[in-house]
């Protein structure tokens, strides 16, 4: 199956199929984050993929730039490599909620949009509490590369306007 | 050579004194009964010129503390001196004085009168003295003196020679004397008085019956007499962590140094207890510059001794200096905690600090007296003499209970007259010289820069009188009860304790006119300082004065060393908001490109402090406070907006876009009832505006009214700097990142004046060879320090030569990006440099990063934490490609960017680095060739000096 179903005119066990995959991705993609297996991660976008963060207050208002700002799958091996091997930051556990996917629509060129609410929690090693560190959702588009559902776009946008301190790693 | 004429015969007079130099020795020179006599002009006791004393009898008086020595022989006479002051001889020839050095005042002044030649021992009573304190050692004294020829035994447990506790919490806590200039007696006084002293022992039991003592030892000692000296204890506190490291109590030597050294090293002492002693240590420890806290249980500063008005007259003297007070407080723990320590009182409030001191008053230790059955009160009681309900057993000093001249009151005192003068009535008593003690109780303290003395008995219910403005110089209290004067307080003004003494004494009326003096009134107001002042006399003294600011020192080596309360004081930091936000300085608010149409408006900030900057319909640009002028809500809560007037929604009052007010709803009632009184004019209550300028599209806003224009305050290279990254194209906005970073504001300045780091601690510019030590680079300064340019040009990384590699620990070899195209430059400035790091002080740094460009506004929320609001820029006519290089180019910089999320954790470690461990510095003393200002090598911290030799001239430190 090469081509992805229509979400919104497919049939109903299409849709409840479909839903369930993005949702089995979403959970991949996010044990992929809070694992730490930070090189596992370009591998859940296509080469052309376009991958964004960037703040409501931003994405409302049609402002492009981004916290993280992504063009192709090498920009993103870059910052999965450059975090890794040259950051400095300290020490901390990121954890990724997500929550279950909606569909939105399927498009001509077989891509399919949708969205999830995500919260990510942050753990320091100093602090006994995880602070929430991100709540947003994903505005993504999926496309199958040889039968596996990959994101061709993934924007992340954050309600919480004011960043603690530094965003290290990807959401 | 002896004889030195020194002054001429008619400028000694029969009053008063002369005090003249003589080869470097300072003499005072008086006249008795005709004759002139020279003696040493400072006194035994303490710094103080005798020259300044009082005169009378044949005594000149101490001006400090009223020692009174006799000017013919020296002797001291009274408390508190008692080593007598040196005579000289002098002789009157032809008009004129001269005094002879080498040789002092007759042959019979040679040995000191009165002194009796130590008796052999044996021959008489036994008398044994329990305590070595100023009591015991006095009393030792004095029955030698009195001609007592048997043997004398001092048994005391602490493991010094006996000494004075005053300067415990004076001079000794602030390192200007030291141990061994605070003895009772000179060192070998005992042995040739031949009193033997057994020092380090403990009586632990008095037997009556037998007359003897038990000793630690296990041994025991007979005595015929027995005098208990032994004082009392400070009373601790009873609460938990009493007894943790870094809580004093104060008694002893020992007591009094480690709370010394603890006190030089704190910021945050907090006192338990606003007793004469607590106040006494906080008056120190501002001298020594900490913040000080005290906690009172009570509502007033020695709430049992004092009326609570004249109590209240303390405390504004402590307060004028910066103490501040909490009453009503009940500790109920002291904890530990990273920090240091802190006191939690009652109701779940807390005090932190590095020191905590108790000062919760004494008690006697009278616990021998009690087991052994004699009479004891909340001290043993005695009689005029000294002596117990035995009369082989006397007590004095502290712990005695004795009969006070005033209105047959008794008590315990506490004080060094009554340790001093009871225990020698007691000590003639028991050496067969029947001596009552009957002497006018007096006290004095040195606290705040006062010398305050206090005379006779005061109690909580007499009334108060001031005489001058209370507490300050020349000041007195005087508390009247029934009529007569029961006590007098003087400030500075030792003159007025003789006075008062005398009418204390006489007990004769008076009233407020013969004392000269006026109702002390008191006005609580609560949250407010407190206001004392005499009825008539200006209440304003107290209110209005200014809480002087912790004394904050820089560190003697300079500037290349900043301390961390510059970064962590919550003081400093209301000073800089003060001085810097909202002083002489231009803040940057907003780029003319977010708000382009009349109407248009956008929330923002100077300093801490909201504001709004709106278009007009004259297309000016105008910044106001973001708080009504009606009960300061802060109307305007959207990001950004478009309006026609801004309305608080509260109470609708409207304002134009210039911020002045037009519409107040109900102005004038309805019916004719309420409404705004009829002078009320809407131009007077406009929202608060601030003076705006604008340069090449950028929005500056100033709380001064006459602020330099902008170029004069970047300075003609800072100017330059702007002038190539704004180069006149029009601005294009491409969107915003916000973070908070927990550390203090300056840190991100001093983080872009630090070339140092950037080579160091961004492996990731170094790797890609963005940025290495050879290339070239310039830290440009202003001439006043406040703004910088971090600039360097961008090489490929080939030419790193192998020496610089190896300094640089972050670079790495064998690293490439797979799109190294976000890291390209494309030149597009008239500027030598691809990166320029500005820092326009006090909140703005204008970032050209190669090609993604921003401005970040430094809002401040407090001296640990501050807020940065990032806009990051394009340019009309980028086309689409040059667009998205910016925004790819982007990912070096924000809160996730590869660079900036380095800078923004680092400036958290350097925080957190301060927060537990107190009294740190830094050092920054990196290029000493600089010493501050423009340096042309990465490896200089001459930025960060610049910068804060700028910051402490306006922030006075
Ligand atoms: C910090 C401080 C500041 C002061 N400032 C002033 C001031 O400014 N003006 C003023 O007038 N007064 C002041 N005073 C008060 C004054 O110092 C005291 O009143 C005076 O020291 C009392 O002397 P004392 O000999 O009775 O007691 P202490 O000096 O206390 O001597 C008693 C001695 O007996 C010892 N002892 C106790 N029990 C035993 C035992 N069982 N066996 C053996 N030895 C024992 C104790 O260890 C102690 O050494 C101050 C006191 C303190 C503590
Ligand atoms: S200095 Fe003279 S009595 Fe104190
Ligand atoms: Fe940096």
Known sequence: MDSIIDATAGSRQDRLLLRAEIDDFNAAYAAALDDGRLKDWPAFFTDD??????????????????????????????????????????????????????????????????????????????????????????????????????????????????????????V | MPWVQVASSGDVRESGALGVDVEGTPVALFRVDGAVYATHNICTHQFAFLSDGYVEDGCVECPLHQALFDIRTGKAKTAPASTDLRTFAAKEENGAVYVDLTRSAGEEAETPAGEPVAPAAGTGERLVILGAGQAGARAAEAMRQAGHAGPILLIGDEDEAPY???????????????????????????????????????????????????????????????????????????????DLPGVHHLRTIADAEALGAALTAAKRVVVIGAGFIGLEIASAARKLGAAVTILERADTPLERLLPPAAGRVLQALAEGQGVAFRFGVQVAAIRSDVVGLRVDCAGDDSVAADVVVVGIGTEANLELARDAGL?????????????????????????AHYPTPINGRRCRLESWQHAQEQAIAAGRTMAGQETTYSRTPWFWTDQFDRNIQMIGLPSRDASVLVRGTAGEAGSVLYLLEGGTLSAAIAFDDPQAIRDARARIESGAPVDAASLGAAPLSSTVMSGAPTACAADGASAE????????????????????RIPDWVYTDETIYKREVERIFHGRTWNYVALE??????????????????????RAEDGSINVFENRCAHRAAEFCRSLRGNAKEFVCPYHQWSYDLKGNLVGVPFRRGVDGKGGMPKDFRAQDHGLTQLTVTTHRGVVFASYASDMEPLADYLGPDILGEFEATFDGRPLKVLGYYRNTLPGNWKLYHENLKDPYHATLLHTFLVSFGLLVAGNRSLMLCDESGRHGVMASAKSDGKNVSQENKKEMRAYQEGMVLEEPRFVDYRPEFDSPWSVTMMTVWPNMIVQREMNTLGIRQIVPTGPNEFIMNWTMFGFEGDDDEMLRHRLRQGNLMGPAGFLGLEDNEAIKYVQDGMKNIPDGRHLVALDPATEAGTSDTLISESAIRAMYRHWRSVMDV
């Open chain 2, 375 to 399: 009479a004891v009160a909340d001290g043993i009681v005695v009689d005029g003499e000294g002596r117990t309900s035995d009369p082989a057993i006397f007590a004095a000093g502290d712990v």
């Open chain 2, 164 to 242: 004075e506790r005053p300067p415990l919490s004076k001079e000794l806590l602030l390192g200007t004397t030291t141990r061994e200039s605070i003895r009772v007696l000179p060192a070998e006084r005992l042995s040739s008085l031949n009193v033997g002293f057994c020092s380090g022992c403990r009586v632990t039991a008095i037997d009556r019956a037998a007359r003897t003592v038990s000793l630690s030892y296990g041994s025991s000692v007979p005595y015929d007499k027995l005098l208990i000296a032994t004082g009392a204890r400070a009373r601790r506190l009873p609460a938990p962590g009493a």
């Open chain 2, 541 to 560: 003294e107290y209110s209005t004065m200014d809480h002087p600011q912790p004394n904050f020192r820089w560190p003697e080596e300079g500037l290349t």
């Open chain 1, 49 to 170: 993929a376009f991958y964004l963060i960037t703040s409501r207050e931003n994405h409302d208002a049609g402002l492009p730039v981004g916290l993280v700002y992504c063009e192709g799958a090498g920009m993103l091996r870059d910052r999965a490599f450059a975090i890794e091997k040259t950051a400095m930051f300290a020490p901390r556990y990121l954890r990724h909620i997500v929550g279950t996917s909606r569909l939105l629509r399927g498009r001509e060129d077989g891509t399919v949009e949708a969205t999830a609410n995500y919260l990510v929690l942050q753990t320091l090693f100093d602090r006994p509490e995880s602070t929430i560190h991100q709540v947003g959702t994903y505005i993504d588009r999926f496309r199958r590369v040889d039968g596996v559902l990959k994101l061709q776009e993934r924007r992340c946008v954050y309600d919480n306007l004011l960043v603690p301190n530094a965003l290290v790693y990807p």
């Open chain 2, 593 to 614: 490109a977010e708000i382009p149409n009349p109407g248009d408006h956008v929330r923002s900030n100077v300093g801490p402090t909201p504001v709004v900057v709106s």
